[in-house]
């Protein structure tokens, strides 16, 4: 069974303790069915990779540790989630995951796959793709003289892709749950900063 499912880097989470976080590997699929501890890693995540970029002339508001660890991403005028798409056929083990220097709200890249313009998919490694008769075969790293290779036809792959909006999109509707929790000031805001982030629609307030 091949799946594709989107994937966000989640660096190491030494001495936080704002708010619960889960032990995951490098890349944590995102979905709906994450627990709040997961849910709270992913936005770890991105809140740390924003933490450099907060706009000029604002400063993070004093004595809410919360609020200051997300005043970058809040503020950044472009966020980041770090990550991509995983192709896997449970089959065969073999699998093709995002590289280096990716971000995850790219993934609609994919669908020039389907039409045989390729997209950008990261380095070290550095996934690849080639449209032959309706088939999209996807090599693991074309720097790699050995790389394996994973086939999928065109209809499937467009079926997969639908179904990662459909994890992202559910994976923003757990954070609202979970930002009215943790951070309740800014719940709002750190909903739509992750859907734009991840390129889908901001969720119509409940």
């Known amino acids: 069974m091949i799946t594709l499912r989107p994937v966000l880097e989640v660096p190491g989470d030494e001495g936080f303790a704002l708010w ?10 995102l979905d709906g069915s994450l627990s709040p501890a997961e849910i709270g890693s992913a936005v770890m995540a991105v809140a740390k990779a924003c933490s450099p970029r907060a706009a000029e002339g604002s400063p993070p508001p004093a004595g809410d540790q919360v609020e200051a660890f997300l005043h970058g991403m809040l503020t950044a005028q472009r966020v980041s ?14 699998s093709v995951d995002p590289g280096c220097c990716l971000a995850l709200g790219e993934w609609r890249g994919w669908f020039g796959l389907l039409e045989g313009t390729g997209a950008y998919l990261g380095h070290s490694p550095s996934p690849g793709s080639e449209l032959v008769d309706g088939v999209v075969r996807m090599t693991a790293d074309t720097e790699e003289a050995d790389s394996p290779t994973l086939d999928v036809p065109v209809a499937d792959l467009r079926r997969l892709l639908a179904g990662v909006e459909r994890d ?10 979970w930002a009215a929790h943790h951070a309740p000031s800014r719940a709002s ?6 859907a734009r982030a991840l390129d889908v629609p901001v969720p119509s307030p409940s």
């Open 20 to 29: 619960p976080v889960a032990q995951t590997g490098w890349f944590l699929p």
């Open 81 to 94: 989630a770090f990550g991509g798409l995983s192709l896997e056929d449970s089959l065969t083990g073999v």
């Open 168 to 177: 992202l999109t559910d994976f923003v509707g757990a954070v609202s749950d």
């Open 189 to 194: 805001d750190v909903v739509a900063v992750l």
